[in-house]
């Protein structure tokens, strides 16, 4: 199951054109600047908007196209707004019990539990929303989209009006939740943090056109692309817990093309993590330097070189599957005579774990 | 007996009216009032001034019109007729069409507010849910236009109380069927019947009173009048 999209829609002065086939399992990121369209297109995806000549196909069920026009109350999907927008005559009970009992057969008590306890609100359902922090009640409204077991799940900045202690409060339900369920995630978002830490695929998305697509660590490093070169550039790699070292609090993480030891907390060998390597943290030797206080050194291939000023330059660099950024000197790059195709070694000073 | 037979008749009249023409606004004007919150027709400001009309309209020049519409040769009257209904000028159904007329904007626009308070986010929200649109306007929209459903019940409910003039037009005044109180007291001070006139009024005063004292009572969260 594939979701290919199309519309063509004209709002004033702005125009949304999208024409693109979104990936059916994982996060897709639909990211851009404030005004870009991003949520006008998941708006028309719910049938929120009404875009005429459009085209959306879920699977194999047409969703709008060739005369047909699916109203959002037929659409199976799951839609968080930025506000929580409880329903405030009903307690949180009632307000996930709302969508639970018109999907009728397609929900069920073991979904609407699991719902509750992904987002941990069991002590909750009992109060009315006033009674709730701005956090609580997000959580409450991802429960109810939930709850109502949807095959499809959008999200349109669910943390964007929320407070920086709430937010942390609610990624990692987040990450649980796209974790345990298989359906299609669409998160409009225009934080380059939650992007890094939820999504899996992108779509970026600039003046009602997208710019590009892909996989979320491709977008995050092409140099085609243009966060390769903003100044906090970076790299994420998803990795595997291989080992946690009690004695210096380290935790080693393998991935396709290498291994890394990072600060964390305890963590349990096996368990899946994120990680952020920034391109200024990233330096290049010719040979593996020994007695060094770095711990993370990779041998890498160059893949692409790109100058971003008379002084600095942005190299890309590939460890197997794994791409990395690299910001250093041009003076460097002149002294060590760095081409595209060298095998070299990436020195990594600081790797952090996303969580 | 301190209120005659006569006078208790009267105030039953008026109650009754009261109720009935209540109920009828609140069938009617729900779904004008939520037309009016939602359409996007260009030409709706029309509709929202004829409603408001009777606010500044003196009665008698409503109730005038109503007696002309009403009677065998007016549009409603002989549309009436001519399906062999009853006349309805000088009958209580008639005074149940004026009162309706009358108190029509103190009923639709508190509700048409309340409608539009809430605005489009939580019907958007019952949308995604799997609610159809008669789904999301009963459970959702309904309920949470609750203050401006007991606003405008108790607005024109008290403003249907207190009708005089297009009661007067198309009403006749007849004892027991269109008699109400307020035409009742009138009549009492014509015939300097001063007593009987202060034991009704009296009366109407201490029932308005009492039934707003309830209301804001029971509904300490909500302002009537200013949903």
């Known amino acids: ?355 | 007996m301190i209120l005659s037979g006569q006078d208790l008749t009267a105030l039953f009249v008026t109650l009754k009216l009261a109720s009935v023409s209540t109920l009828v606004l609140l069938i009617i004007g729900t779904p004008l009032a939520w037309w009016l919150s939602r359409s996007q027709w260009r030409f709706k400001y029309i509709i929202e001034a004829i409603i408001a009309l009777p606010l500044i309209l003196p009665p008698t020049v409503l109730g005038f019109y109503l007696l002309i519409s009403l009677g065998p040769n007016g549009p409603i009257g002989g549309l009436v007729d001519m399906l062999g209904g009853a006349p309805l000028a000088f009958t209580f159904t008639g005074l149940v069409i004026g009162s309706v007329f009358y108190s029509m904007p103190f009923v639709v626009q508190p509700l048409q507010n309340a409608f539009t308070a809430f605005g489009q986010r939580p019907l958007e929200v019952a949308a995604t849910l799997r609610a159809s649109p008669l789904d999301r306007f009963f459970t959702i929209a309904v309920p949470m236009a609750k203050p401006g459903f007991i606003t405008a019940s108790v607005l024109g409910f008290a403003h249907t109380l207190g009708e005089f003039g297009v009661v007067l037009m198309i009403g006749g005044n007849i004892p027991g069927s269109t008699q109400v109180a307020s035409i009742a007291i009138y009549d009492h001070v014509e015939a300097l019947e001063y007593g009987q006139a202060h034991w009704l009024a009296g009366s109407l005063l201490l029932f308005s009173f009492l039934l707003l004292i309830i209301v804001y009572g029971t509904n300490r969260r909500y302002t009537v009048g200013q949903p």
């Open chain 1, 1 to 355: 199951m594939t979701i290919a999209v199309r519309f063509n829609i004209q709002r004033g002065e702005f125009a949304l054109n999208i024409d693109t086939v979104i990936p059916e399992t994982g996060v897709t990121a639909i990211f851009g600047p404030s005004g870009s369209g991003k949520t006008t297109l998941l708006r028309a995806i719910a049938g929120l908007e009404h875009a005429d000549n459009g085209y959306l196909k879920v699977g194999d069920t047409l969703w709008q196209g060739n005369g047909v026009f699916l109203p959002t109350h037929q659409r199976k999907i799951g839609y968080v707004f930025q506000e929580p927008s409880l329903f405030s005559h009903l307690t949180v009970q009632g307000n996930i019990n709302y969508g639970v009992a018109r999907a009728k057969d397609e929900s069920s008590a073991a979904v609407l539990q699991q719902a509750i306890d992904l987002l941990g609100i069991e002590h909750l359902l009992k109060r009315m929303p006033w009674q709730l922090s701005g956090g609580e009640q997000q959580r409450v409204a991802i429960a109810r989209a939930l709850a109502a077991n949807p095959s499809m799940l959008l999200l349109d900045e669910p943390l964007a009006a929320l407070g920086d202690d709430q937010k942390a409060d609610i990624l990692p339900y987040l990450e649980s939740v796209y974790q345990q369920l298989d359906i299609p995630v669409l998160y409009v978002s225009h934080s380059r943090n939650e992007v890094a830490r939820l999504a899996d695929h992108m779509l970026l998305l600039d003046n009602g056109e997208i710019t590009a697509s892909g996989k979320m660590s491709e977008i995050f490093t092409s140099l085609d692309l243009p966060m390769a070169h903003q100044s906090r550039a970076e790299s994420i790699i998803k990795a595997s817990v291989s080992h946690y070292d009690e004695e210096f609090g380290l935790a080693s993480v393998a991935f396709l093309g290498g291994q890394f030891s990072v600060v964390a907390e305890p963590l349990i060998v096996g368990s899946k993590v994120r990680l952020q390597v920034l391109a200024r943290d990233v330096s290049i030797t010719l040979e593996p330097q020994q007695n060094t206080s770095i711990l993370n050194i990779i041998p890498v291939t160059i893949d692409a070189i790109v100058k971003e000023s008379k002084s600095q330059m942005t190299v890309r660099l590939i460890a197997d599957e794994t791409a990395l950024l690299s910001r250093i000197t041009c003076k460097s790059a002149y002294n060590l005579n760095l081409k595209e195709g060298d095998k070299v070694y990436a020195q990594v000073k600081t790797a952090a774990l996303l969580t």
